[in-house]
Every structure is written in C-alpha cells, then in structure tokens.
C-alpha cells in the first residue's frame, strides 16, 4: 500500500474516505491547517477533500506541493465545484474526482496512481544508461569538486552554470546532472540558444518540450550556449531565474536551470549579462580542455574502444603505443567529442586487433594515406603467390591497400592460365563475341582436372548436408519409441532436405546461365542490398562487417544476374566460414588500368574461418573454402566475364579473396 495522506476539513469525511479507500498503516489522516504533515513521511499520493471557499485547500497544496514533487493528488469535489478544482489546482499533477466516489474506483485510482510513478519506460532507461557510460568514459580520471557537489540531490533545485570549449561535454555533464542529480524523475527540456531566439520562442520552445506528463513532478531546463542569447533576452531570462517562475511550466512542482556557455581558446567568453551569471551561478562549473590532461586521452581511447567492440560484438582491441603516443601529441582543439570522433572512425576502418599509427583517422583519412606510398615493383607472373598478413597485424591497413593495387599478382590461379574456350558451366553462345582472352576459363576448370574440383565440392556440400541425419539414422533403430528423439529426426530430415535442395537449386541456377552481358552495373549498389539481406545473420554469429566500396566510378561491365548469383554465394560462404565475433572485411576499388591495361574493378574480401579441414587424399591441410562449391561457381562466372579470380588461404587460417572484373572505358 503506498504512503497516502487523507486530508479534509471534516473529521467525518476523513473517516469515511480512510475506508472507502482502504487506507492501511501507512495513512496520515488530518485537517489542512494540521502541522502533523510537515513532519510525516513524504506522501504517494495526496487524497484532497475540497469543501467550502477551497481557500485552506489551496494553501495547502502551496505549501507541500514543492516537498511532495513526486505526489500523485486525487482530488474530492463536489459536482458544483468540480471546474473551479481544475481551474484553481491547475499546477498540480491532479485528478479530480465527484464525491462521493465508489470504492471500487477510488481503490483503483490508488492502485494506478502508485504503480505509474513506479514504472519507468525502457526508452528512459536505456537513454539514461547511455549517458551515464558515455559520462563515465569522458570524465575517467578527472576530479572536479564542483561536479560531485551539482549532483548532491539536497542541491537538486541550484541553478548550474557549465563552461567550457567545444567538445569538452558540457552537454552531457548537464543531461547527467539531470539523470543522477536529484530531479525525482522529471522532464529534460533541452534548448539551443541562438541570437535570433526570442522571449517568445524561448518560452513556447520550453512549453512544447515540456508536455510529457513527468515535468509536472519537476523539469530540468537545459540551456546551450546560453550566451548566444541576445542581450535583451538574456535579461528576460534573468527574471525567469531569479523568481523561479517561468511561465511555460507553471504547472510543475519546480523548476531547475542548467546552462551552458563556450569559453574560447585561451578563456575568452562571449558577453554574457552579469546579472544572469550571477543567477545561474549557484554551482559554477569549468570543465578544462582535453590538452590541459594529456594524461585522460589513453584512458578514454581504452574505454571507448571496449564500447565499440561490445557494441559490435567483436574480439578486444586495442591502439599500439605508437598510435597512443600519436594521439597524446595532438592538440585536439575539438576536445573530447574529437578524440573519441577519431578513435571510433580509426575502429570501423580497421579491422586491426592492434591498431597501428598509420591507420589513426583524424579527418576521414588514415593519417599516412596509401595513395601517397610508391607502387610496389613489377612482378613477374611466375613469383610464387604472396599471402597477406592477418588483421592482427600492425600492417593491416597498408596490406590490405597493397592488394587493392591492380599490379598486385592474385594469390593463387592467374590468366595466364586461360585457354581459348570457356568455362565448361557456362554457355558459349553470346550475342556479342568476345575474345576468348576476356572470357575463358582457368586450366583447373577445364577437362579431367576442372572436372575433379567440381565433382569434389559438390560432394563436400552435399556430404556436410546430410552428416548429421545419417548420424541420427544409426540410432533410429534404437531410439524409434522415445518421442523426442522422433521429433529431433523430423527437424533433421527437414534442415537436411532443405539444405540438399539448396545446393541443387543453386546448380541448376548455375547451368541455366547463358553468355553474360556486358552492362554497365553499379557494383555499390548490388553489393549493398546482399550486405543487408545478412544483416540477422551477421548480429546472431556476432560477425564485424567493414566495407569500402567503390562509390565514384562504380560501374562494372557484366550480367546483373549472374553477377548477383555468384556475389551472393561468395558473400553468404564467407558469412558461414567466418569465426564467430570474427571481422568479415570487404572493399571494392576502381582502376584505370586494373585488368590487362583495361579499365577494372577490383574486389577484395578476407577474413579468417572458423576451422581447415583435409580432404581425402590430400598431403596436407587445405582451407574449407578451398573445397566451398559457391567459391568454385563464383570463380566460373568472374572468368566467364573476362575477369580475375584468386583465393589463397594462408596457415593463420585466413582467407584473401580477389575478385578483378571489368570496367567501363568512361565512368560518369
């Protein structure tokens, strides 16, 4: 039962409603002129009894609304004074109800007064969790005495005045001080002060934020940049202050300001009414910039870089000390929002589990771009294949745009292997001719030998499908009268099917492809829908995905069809074959002369798979996706396009996939 206070001026009337209402032990019955409430524990909920000229009432509710801001009122009328209640307790958070109520509704009135103050919406919750793990990150390590006091809740009600440069959190101090300073729950209004921000804007700016139903427990007026406000409405808003009435919210318990001003570099301030600092300045606080405490930038580097890779669901990370020491040495004139700005974009554009300093971003590009390195020395077409270093590695970023260079050699495979005639799995006839150069297929495609590969991914597939139902066929036998293992069978036989059914319909997808055409299509956009067809199955495996596709001269020459056909396997294996909270990192780049001196696009996709496998009859061990029938029919419809196909699957189990195709001569 909550605290309730039963008031009336009638002891009859408080009688009767201590049991209409089923007041229990926690009931404080009394007349309005009684001292006995100011010194009883604060109420849930006031039941008012209105009765004669309602002058003892209101002067009731004047007194104890303030002490009882989180209060529900029930108001008693009778039916004659029912619209001067609404109208002379219009700053309550009121009901009125006609005497003499039923029990049953005054009961539940009761019951749902309590259990709406209770409640509190998920929305609140996760938008004051947020805020308190960003104050957390930004202000580690920093002790600003004037901070600890603004959050005493006896302080709840003193105005605060927050200084500081752009980006030093201002803001966020003042949704905190809002969220765990006292405010009993009430309502946030923020307003962005500008010069051309009238009276009258100002306060219907308040009044519209502030019609959620908690600002009549109390509201929290946060005021940006409140020196921005031109001088004669500074000097309104001093008023509003000093009386601690602001006509907008005149219906709440009471009202808290919490401004914020810019201090420029070197501590100038904009003007700023001296009797309107002296109001807000009740509890003054600077916060200092980031470059007066070196010494917070590698705490909040570590923090923000743990937020990330929960929030991603990726593996711990961390900055070298190289690219710690290069962020101590910057003068962030941008503050905090600026470091923690870089170190979230630096963390989306690598994949590094150390993060070197050449990939730091501080405008959106790595602070050494790769543009700027010489090009790598040509090659010969007989080196061995290079395998690329592990997102682990410092090299991360440098190696993964070293094989985005088109003079890079593809890892393994080349078209130095291509014969005259085409991939055996794609028609021959075409409606425009093209040289076999531009449209045939490796050797390890072609006879005996592609025959093999081919013969031997499906069999992978179609083994793998159907393991675990023959597994469970053993036991059939044996467990055929326990119920459940029954129920298990089913689903296999269903999964399994469908999965059967799968491979199958993707080979006669396959087989049913004609010559390819050669359109103009906008790679970027074919790839993003299939990213965001994954998107469910990305968050449950908890899978990182980066990309970097090519969005100025996007276009490649080739089949939509086909093109999406093998993209979306390429795309779903690598999904599957990936670790679990692994990284999954793809990038499409232009290049005039990318493929046989012709205009290419290249793509590169890498990522380290969750186990390696060998084959029968195989020496030694042989990456999964070397054995994945969608990288096998991806690989036949890049080449039946005239493109470049390699995979190389390195010892660290990590996976390179480039994909060269051509492009346009002109790209708009």
């Known amino acids: 039962m909550p605290t309730l206070w039963i008031v009336h001026r009638e002891p009859d009337r408080r009688a009767a409603l201590a049991r209409l209402s089923g007041a229990g032990e926690d009931t404080i019955l009394g007349d309005p002129r009684d001292r006995l409430f100011e010194g009883s524990p604060p109420a849930d909920v006031v039941l008012l009894g209105l009765s004669g000229d309602l002058e003892e009432e209101l002067e009731f509710a004047h007194r104890f609304a303030p002490r009882l801001a989180g209060a529900r009122w029930l108001l008693l009328a009778e039916p004659s004074d029912a619209g001067d209640a609404r109208r002379l307790f219009d700053t309550l958070d009121a009901e009125v109800i006609v005497w003499p109520p039923s029990p049953e509704r005054l009961r539940e009135r009761l019951r749902s007064s309590v259990s709406r103050r209770a409640a509190e919406p998920l929305s609140d919750r996760r938008s004051r969790d947020a805020v308190a793990a960003r104050f957390a990150r930004w202000f580690a390590g920093i002790e600003i005495p004037e901070m600890l006091r603004a959050l005493d809740p006896r302080l709840a009600r003193a105005c605060v005045l927050i200084s500081g440069e752009t980006g030093s959190g201002r803001t966020l101090l003042g949704r905190y001080l809002h969220a765990f300073g006292g405010s009993t729950g009430g309502a946030l209004v923020q307003v962005a002060c500008h010069e051309a921000l009238g009276v009258a804007n100002l306060v219907a700016s308040i009044r519209d934020a502030a019609r959620d139903e908690r600002s009549r427990r109390s509201v929290t007026v946060l005021l940006e940049d409140v020196d921005r406000l031109a001088p004669a409405v500074q000097r309104e808003l001093r008023g509003f202050v000093e009386l601690d009435s602001l006509p907008a919210v005149a219906h709440s318990a009471w009202v808290r300001f919490i401004a914020t001003l810019e201090e420029c570099p070197g501590g100038s301030e904009r003007p700023l009414d001296p009797g309107l600092r002296q109001a807000l300045a009740a509890l003054p606080i600077r916060l200092p910039p980031l470059r007066e405490s070196p010494e917070r930038i590698a705490i909040l580097v570590e923090e923000t870089t743990a937020a990330f890779c929960e929030a991603n669901g990726s593996r711990p990370r961390r900055f070298s000390a190289e690219a710690l020491e290069a962020l101590r040495s910057h003068p962030w004139p941008g503050n905090l929002r600026e470091l ?73 495979g080349d078209d130095a292997h291509a014969p005259p005639a085409a991939a055996p799995s794609v028609a021959t006839h075409r409606a425009e001719p093209v040289s076999a150069a531009r449209r045939g297929a490796p050797a390890e495609l072609v006879g005996d030998q592609g025959l093999r590969r081919l013969l031997a991914a499906i069999s992978h597939e179609l083994g793998n499908a159907t393991v675990p139902l023959r597994a469970a066929a053993g036991l059939l036998a044996e467990r055929f009268e326990d119920p459940a293992f029954r129920e298990r069978f089913a689903a296999l036989v269903d999964t399994d099917s469908r999965r059967v059914q799968s491979v199958l319909g993707r ?162």
């Open 340 to 412: 923690e700005a870089v170190v979230l974009r630096t963390l989306a554009a690598s994949a590094a589990e150390v993060v070197p300093t050449s990939a730091l971003r501080f405008d959106g590009e790595p602070l050494f771009a790769p543009a700027a390195k010489p090009p790598p020395p040509p090659r010969e077409r007989s080196e061995p294949p290079v395998a690329a270093p592990g997102p682990s590695e410092d090299h991360f970023v440098d190696e993964t745009w070293r094989l985005m260079e088109p003079d890079t050699p593809p890892a393994r």
């Open 507 to 668: 080979l006669a997808t396959f087989a049913a492809f004609g010559a390819p055409a050669r359109n103009p299509i906008d790679l970027a956009a074919l790839l993003d829908p299939l990213l965001g067809e994954r998107e469910s199955e990305l968050r449950e495996r908890q899978v990182l995905l980066l990309r970097e596709l090519e969005r100025a001269k996007p276009c490649v020459l080739g089949d939509a069809l086909q093109l999406r056909f093998a993209l979306e396997g390429l795309i779903g294996k690598a999904i599957e074959l990936v670790k679990p909270r692994g990284d999954l990192y793809l990038a499409s780049r232009h290049h005039p002369h990318g493929l046989r001196g012709a205009p290419s696009i290249r793509v590169l996709l890498r990522f380290h798979a969750a186990s390696r496998i060998t084959p029968s009859g195989a020496s030694e061990g042989v990456s999964l996706s070397e054995t994945a029938l969608d990288l096998l029919l991806t690989e036949a419809v890049v080449r039946a396009h005239g493109g470049r196909f390699a995979l190389d699957s390195g010892e660290s189990s990590e996976t390179v996939v480039l994909i060269d195709l051509p492009a346009p001569d002109v790209q708009d």
